[in-house]
């Protein structure tokens, strides 16, 4: 079954989306010498820019946040002009494009880092996840807590990464605050077990969060800024003992910033929807701009969230790898084809920029 709403135009902001279909953010992990995106990633959005909204994939604002091998960045020259060959070529097809801004914490490597350094954390407490380095996975490098006097400088980092986005012709900038990274890390307890004035509390362990948040918007317009979360994901080994609690008051406070959007990953990031009891509506009527939703949707489940006024727009991820006609292909009904896991992550033009439209595959069979 189809629903009409998820293919037709939404008043994003200032921005006219032509549909409800938000391209989520994908690691690829191809970035060239000196972070710069590849000389493919053009052609790789481009492709995809029939959905209403592409969000590029995570993006560290400083080598410190870098995480994964041949991830792209945001803070050099070099870095914005890159990019800047990606929204032009989005902008050629009428598309609109965010760039997720990312500092990745403690999910990181010393052959990542600065001169070897450990990874920086809320606390000096090493997660349970694997980072892609040196061409294979590894598990992360042992983390140290970040002194109270470095974290000025870690806002500053986002508000100048903001900068540089809009410098390279983005839309608008997606504050990842989602996925075990630094500041899902700040939030979660299980992470955070400082003692100053950002840990503890509810309030404390936002603290940074809505410093970035207000950082970017003094920067950039909160018309400009929208940030993604991910309550009750364990991904990248965090955990919570108050996530309702916590997002509630998060979600009030990013409220009041008056952002063009919340975007939600509901459940287990890339599993299962029902990992832990959450009431996702709360976080919806909470906050009065645009909430996307993520996280397993099909057309279906898609339509249903829609027509319940539970979601504004609903973000695809995966299926927009092999997909890059998904727009036309869900509004048509057609089958999806399968990515090669084999090609996810690095590599060049194959697995990345190869996959047809359902028009070519079906003149080439034919
Ligand atoms: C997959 C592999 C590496 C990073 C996220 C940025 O989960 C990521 C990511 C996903 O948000």
């Given amino acids: 079954m189809n629903d009409k709403t998820l293919f037709e135009p939404y008043t994003l902001g200032s921005l006219t989306l032509s549909n409800r279909i938000v391209m989520a953010p994908l690691t690829r992990n191809r970035a060239g010498e000196g972070f710069i995106p590849s000389e493919?990633?053009?052609?790789?959005?481009?492709?995809?820019?029939?959905?209403?909204?592409?969000?590029?994939?995570?993006?560290?604002?400083?080598q410190q946040g870098q995480g994964?091998?041949?991830?792209?960045?945001?803070?050099?020259?070099?870095?914005?002009?890159?990019?800047?060959?990606?929204?032009?070529?989005?902008?050629?097809?009428?598309?609109?494009?965010?760039?997720?801004?990312?500092?990745?914490?403690?999910?990181?490597h010393v052959d990542l880092q600065e001169n070897g350094a450990a990874p920086v954390a809320p606390s000096a407490l090493q997660a349970a996840t694997k980072v892609y380095v040196n061409n294979s996975f590894a598990d992360v490098s042992a983390p140290r807590a970040l002194e109270i006097e470095e974290l000025p400088g870690i806002v500053n980092d986002f508000r100048r990464a903001a900068t540089n986005a809009i410098a390279a012709g983005f839309d608008g900038v997606e504050i990842h605050g989602a996925n075990g990274y630094l500041l899902d890390q700040f939030l979660k307890d299980g992470s955070?077990?400082?003692?100053?004035?950002?840990?503890?509390?509810?309030?404390?362990?936002a603290r940074l969060l809505l410093e970035v948040t207000a950082a970017v918007v003094d920067e950039i317009g909160a018309n400009r800024t929208?940030?993604?979360?991910?309550?009750?994901?364990?991904?990248?080994?965090?955990?919570?003992?108050?996530?309702?609690?916590?997002?509630?008051?998060?979600?009030?406070?990013?409220?009041?910033?008056?952002?063009?959007?919340?975007?939600?990953?509901?459940?287990?990031?890339?599993?299962?929807?029902?990992?832990?009891?959450?009431?996702?509506?709360?976080?919806?009527?909470?906050?009065?701009?645009?909430?996307?939703?993520?996280?397993?949707?099909?057309?279906n489940l898609a339509a249903s969230r829609l027509n319940d006024d539970k979601a504004d727009l609903i973000a695809f991820g995966r299926p927009f790898i092999?997909?890059?006609?998904?727009?036309?292909?869900?509004?048509?009904?057609?089958?999806?084809?399968?990515?090669?896991?084999?090609?996810?992550?690095?590599?060049?033009?194959?697995?990345?920029?190869?996959?047809p439209t359902l028009a070519e595959s079906s003149s080439a069979q034919g």
């Fill in 68 to 108: 994964y091998q041949d991830t792209p960045g945001i803070y050099t020259q070099a870095q914005i002009e890159g990019w800047r060959t990606v929204t032009e070529a989005v902008h050629a097809k009428g598309g609109r494009i965010f760039l997720q801004l990312w500092h990745v914490g403690r999910v990181s």
């Fill in 40 to 62: 493919f990633a053009a052609i790789y959005y481009s492709q995809r820019a029939s959905a209403g909204l592409l969000i590029s994939e995570a993006t560290q604002i400083s």
């Fill in 226 to 299: 929208g940030i993604r979360i991910s309550p009750v994901s364990p991904a990248n080994g965090v955990s919570s003992s108050d996530p309702q609690q916590q997002f509630d008051y998060v979600v009030d406070q990013l409220d009041a910033f008056d952002l063009v959007y919340l975007h939600v990953v509901e459940g287990a990031t890339g599993g299962p929807r029902d990992v832990a009891p959450f009431d996702f509506g709360s976080l919806r009527h909470r906050f009065k701009n645009t909430y996307i939703a993520n996280n397993g949707y099909d057309v």
């Fill in 322 to 355: 092999g997909n890059p006609d998904l727009v036309e292909r869900l509004k048509s009904d057609a089958s999806l084809a399968a990515f090669d896991p084999t090609t996810l992550y690095g590599g060049g033009a194959a697995g990345y920029i190869d996959y």
């Fill in 192 to 205: 955070n077990i400082r003692t100053d004035a950002y840990g503890g509390s509810v309030e404390n362990r």
